[in-house]
């Protein structure tokens, strides 16, 4: 179950069209903030934009939203990096699993050889370990 996931998360259902828009300088929130790009993003005047950026959450915002409204090639060319990103992020996730199997596979091969020197069969070796009794023999020959 992944509802540890939804334990600190919190979703607000808000009516668009009763908000009404204040100057970017009125606006006390991160909600308001929020509200007033999804409602405004459209007409947001530069300096509006640039004061909006200095909030790290909210400038990426704005630059995601600025390339997704942006001419076809712009928005092709930003789509393209949004996939190299996530191909990267999968080759990591990948890395980072077969370095952790084989992290676990030379633990108990250690475990193993702790064993063998405590005189321990083969056969017991293995069912305490995982390991073949084959791969047992092969580290207590070596």
Same mark, same amino acid.
């Given at each position: 179950?992944?509802?540890?996931? $939804? ?11 009763? $908000? ?5 300088n009125k606006l006390e929130t991160d909600k308001e903030i929020w509200?007033?790009?999804?409602? *405004? ?16 959450? $909210? ?11 942006? *001419? ?6 930003? /789509?393209?990096?949004?996939? *190299? ?7 990591? %996730? ?14 108990? %091969? /250690? =475990?193993?050889?702790?064993?063998l020197n405590q005189m321990l069969s083969s056969q017991q070796i ?9 791969? =047992? ?6």
């Open positions: 179950s992944n509802n540890h996931l $939804f334990d600190h998360w919190k979703a607000t259902i808000v009516d668009l069209k009763k $908000f009404k828009s204040k100057p970017v509200i007033h790009i999804l409602n *405004d993003a459209p007409s947001l005047k530069q300096g509006e934009r640039e004061a909006l950026k200095k909030d790290p959450v $909210f400038r990426r915002a704005l630059e995601r939203l600025e390339m997704l409204s942006a *001419d076809p090639k712009t928005r092709k060319r930003y /789509q393209a990096s949004v996939n *190299d990103q996530r191909d990267h992020l999968a080759v990591l %996730e990948a890395a980072e699993k077969a370095a952790e199997k084989k992290f676990r596979q030379q633990e108990r %091969e /250690q =475990i193993a050889i702790a064993l293995a069912a305490a370990t995982g390991l073949t009794v084959e791969e =047992i023999e092969s580290l207590a020959n070596a």
